[in-house]
């Protein structure tokens, strides 16, 4: 008598992601860092648009603060010091940090995308 092996339909499913996540070259770890950051995504997505008109408001008037605060000389805000810092000549400033952005998400695309969903769908 042969004895047959009856697979679940559990088993068929874990099969074939396992085999499309073995094609694709992605891990468990990578599946769980997209889906974290899907998540992420759709809270801050809920988040802003439930309270957007508080946030844009709030950073622009503190935006606004410190621009009244350096007019009146109460606190100074070096300029050169921070482009120093972020390693950018005077001259290059902006394109060297459009530069750096595009490198960013170009190397992080999916965690990006899976944000960017997130957010939308938020």
């Known amino acids: 008598m042969a004895t047959e092996r009856v697979e679940t339909f559990y088993q068929i499913v874990h099969t074939y992601i396992e085999n499309v996540f073995e094609k694709l070259n992605v891990t468990s770890r990578d599946v769980i860092i997209y889906v974290s950051c899907l998540g992420a995504g759709f809270l801050a997505g809920l988040i802003f648009k439930r ?72």
Do not use: P
């Not at 622009?60 to 109460?74: G, H, K, N, P, T």
């Not at 482009?83 to 005077?90: A, D, I, P, R």
């Open 51 to 122: 309270y957007g008109k508080w946030i844009v408001s709030i950073c622009l008037a503190v935006v606004l603060a410190l621009a009244a605060l350096q007019y009146f000389d109460f606190i100074t805000i070096h300029k050169s010091n921070i482009k120093e810092f972020l390693g950018v000549q005077n001259s290059q400033w902006y394109d060297v940090l459009v530069e750096r952005s595009k490198q960013y998400v170009m190397e992080t695309g999916i965690v990006v995308v899976g944000l960017l969903l997130g957010f939308k769908l938020g």
